[in-house]
């Protein structure tokens, strides 16, 4: 067999030895055909027709993929108003209007970042400050965190959502003395306005969806998961997923995670329509518990701050564990997210109970950022793979009065993201990015995973230190590790005979250049599938 594409390298990382060597990769089709050292036997695999890249010191590794990410959420961020920079309620209604009058769009107005705890008041913001520039056409603003909303009273009158709106279990409705709607909707009551908002038609949805994947194919991203649940709906462009498919014009592969929640009759058919090797629909996906800031993660000791109390329950958690025993026994992966140690405690218990009674089969725990040291083995004793973010990291801005450390205290938050003790237990780790919460850069989090520490580099040494990453480490958790978490580790995340030709090409070798630095690393060129998808010239990414 002849190689279509030969790439060679002075520094190739295979994802399975510790260090990059020397050598080629050869493509036939979309299967690699041969790696290793060069040597005369290369010449072998060589005829006319075999395009030969030689990028010297640029590092070759397989295609980095993105095992945590809010696929339609992502591509709306790309191309909404990003409100990080605002520091008050008034700056960003404004920002939103003058984003509006330089990008026209039609229908919703989508924006996101917004996060009152950085305003100068940090007062929870309202809709009438939205209704005063856009009193005729709903808007939809998502906060830093991706866990509320903030929005105008033309999209409250278009849901129907007013004074006697019951709040849905697992939500917040927050409202004014009178008892309306002050604009802001948490977690589950977000989903009212949600579902509206997210029903477009296949236009638009490829509209906000193409320039998005570019990026990730630009950043060497060659597959993803498509983490769908959120506010208790699916936030889905699956139209335009599978319209691209059935184009052949997707850029990278998605792995679908539906909701959990949903008829399990409805997940089969899913999953038999959608089977390929570039879409998969075989996950499922719910939420244990909220977010720290607002004391819904589910703690096994009291909040620092609050005596007395251990999170406040925001989902019907019986219900979680019968539909964790139903997708199991109907042979789907499901992906729970439990941040604090309670909460990853329960997914833990669910994940063993239906294996007890069904029999093995993997499934992942996204974020993990708190984790009892009792608990870290049993993520080993039951194949379930720890899904992490990095760059969560970095979020906040200064350490003195970092949120974690309020909530938690310094004993706990000093035991935050125990990616490295997961990584020893279980021999494998998934990364990815969470996008949009934070950037679809995984040189992002690659880097963060190595230096674990905030922007401004505090704290001195490092968050919890020991539990910083390799470059290899991190490398291989961004490739093998988030392969294995949708079961596809026989097929992608390697370098290997046989593997799918998914590679990415980085313009440097992390190997060889400082942490910090890896965050400036791009991607020189990209193969999914055996085809080039990207080549160089980097474009300009958007702040964050």
Known sequence: MKADIILKSDAIFDSMCDDPFSGFVAIAGNKIIGAGACDEGTKTLIDSNTKIYDFKNKLIIPGLHDSHVHLALASLYLSSVNLGAAKSEEES??????????????????????????????????????????????????????????????????????????TPKGGTIHKDENGNPTGVLDEDAAGLVAAKAMDMPLELQLNYLRPFLEEMSAYGVTSLVDVQPLFGVEMSFLKAVKYLEDKDELPLRIHIAGNLFEDIAVHEIRRSTLSTDKVRFDQLKQFTEGIFPTHTCLLLEDYTDEPGNKGTVIGDLEKLEQCVMTAHQHGFSVKLHAQADKAVQLALNYYQKAIKKYGPLRHTIEHAELVDKADIMRFRQLDVVPSMQPEHLGLSPHWDNHEYRITLGDERAWRCWPVKSLLKSTGVVALGTDCPVVSGNPYYQISRSIIRTLDNGEPEGGWNPQERLTVAEAIRSYTYGSAYGVGRENELGTIKVGNFADITVIDRDLFKIPAEKIREARSAMTIMDGTVRYVCEWKNERGR
Not at 107 to 126: E, M, R, S, V
Not at 129 to 150: K, Q
Request: hydrophobic residues 40%; negative net charge; contains cysteine.
């Open 93 to 166: 209604a404004r920002m939103v209007a003058e984003f509006e009058k330089q990008h026209p769009t039609e229908g919703w107005i989508f924006g996101f970042n917004w996060y009152n705890f950085y305003w100068k008041d940090q007062a929870l913001p309202t809709r009438k400050s939205l209704d005063a520039y856009f009193p005729d056409r709903p808007v939809f603003l998502m906060n830093t965190e991706c866990h509320g909303i903030w929005v105008n009273s033309k999209a409250l009158e278009i849901c129907g959502i007013d004074q006697n709106t019951e």
